[in-house]
């Protein structure tokens, strides 16, 4: 709410207008259901695949979004994860079907989950065997949480110059 109530035009009428548009929309959207999240394991930065469920779940996202009249999408941004640009193409696909032109896509390694280090493709239940229930909260949910490292050894270990590269053309 703005705090002076006049019309955001009547408050400016010294300046040129010509530059003032309304603010835009930020539209949200979680990468639908991955095998992993199936499986109740913590994913973070593993590249797995979303399963059936999280397909459905993309084609609902489309319908949602293409039932909001008026709606405009300029660009959309998404992490450099296969679930997360997978579940990206099944609504822009959908939003292109129906008629709307298709937004440029920014694929950003910053917008990927937070990486659990050697967390990564645990189950959970296991993993409650093998740290606190308080550790694993504060890993889960706070900003400044951080799991035990990921060992070299661990299937998932992408420190390599190759992901490197990837990640930062991307």
């Known amino acids: ?5 006049r019309p955001l035009r009547a408050r400016c009428s010294g300046l040129s207008m010509l530059a003032l548009q ?4 930020l539209i949200l959207v979680r990468h639908g259901q991955s095998t992993w999240n199936d499986e109740n394991r913590f994913t973070g930065w593993a590249n797995v695949p979303l399963n059936d469920k999280g397909r459905e779940e993309a084609v609902d996202a489309a319908e949602v979004l293409l039932a909001e009249k008026g709606l ?10 296969k679930r997360s640009v997978d579940t990206a193409k099944i609504i822009l696909d959908a939003w292109e079907q129906a008629g709307h032109r298709r937004p440029e896509t920014f694929a950003r390694w910053r917008l990927n989950e937070r990486h659990y280090g050697m967390l990564t493709g645990l189950n959970k ?11 694993l909260r ?3 949910s706070q900003f400044d949480g951080k799991p035990p490292p990921m060992p ?5 270990y992408s420190r390599t110059n190759e992901r490197y590269e990837r990640l930062l053309a991307a």
């Open 72 to 81: 405009r999408i300029d660009s959309c941004y998404t992490s450099v994860l």
């Open 22 to 25: 309304p603010p835009g929309s």
């Open 125 to 135: 239940r296991e993993a409650l065997g093998m740290f606190s229930k308080s550790d």
């Open 1 to 5: 709410q703005w705090p002076d109530a």
């Open 138 to 140: 504060h890993w889960r």
């Open 152 to 156: 070299q050894d661990h299937p998932h």
